[in-house]
Nanobody, 123 residues
Framework: QLELVESGGGLVQPGGSLRLSCVQS????????MGWFRQNLGKEREFVAG????????WYSDIVRGRFTISRDNAANTVSLQMNNLRPEDTATYYC????????????????WGQGTQVTVSS
């Protein structure tokens, strides 16, 4: 059974940085496209970033482009999200996704999801 475990969330001041990690077990990590989504209370789950199987190709939502960087380490079965210049509106639970096809902003169901890690940006 495939399992995804996110970590690295916490409380940070506006303008600060956090690095999230997601470790996969149970399946061949290289089989999957990986992505990050986020969701705040009362709002829809929204796409943040995606990465292909090799890690060569990466894509982002407009709101995080230039501030966040997604990467993967296939030897460690890990996908990461470096988050810089954080804003209060980045506050959300961040979820890791493993999916068998390229991930888009519409990939809000299906695939495999982690339990999430909370990010709070506040002064």
């Amino acid at each position: 059974q495939l399992e995804l475990v996110e970590s690295g969330g916490g409380l940070v001041q506006p303008g600060g940085s956090l690095r999230l990690s997601c470790v996969q077990s149970g399946h061949d990590f290289t089989t999957y496209y990986m992505g990050w989504f986020r969701q705040n209370l009362g709002k829809e789950r929204e796409f943040v970033a995606g990465i292909d199987r090799s890690g060569r190709y990466r894509w982002y939502s407009d709101i995080v482009r230039g501030r966040f960087t997604i990467s993967r380490d296939n030897a460690a079965n890990t996908v990461s999200l470096q988050m810089n210049n954080l804003r209060p509106e980045d506050t959300a639970t961040y979820y890791c996704l493993a999916y068998e096809r390229p991930i888009t902003n519409k990939t809000t169901t299906g695939g495999y999801w982690g339990q999430g890690t909370q990010v709070t940006v506040s002064s």
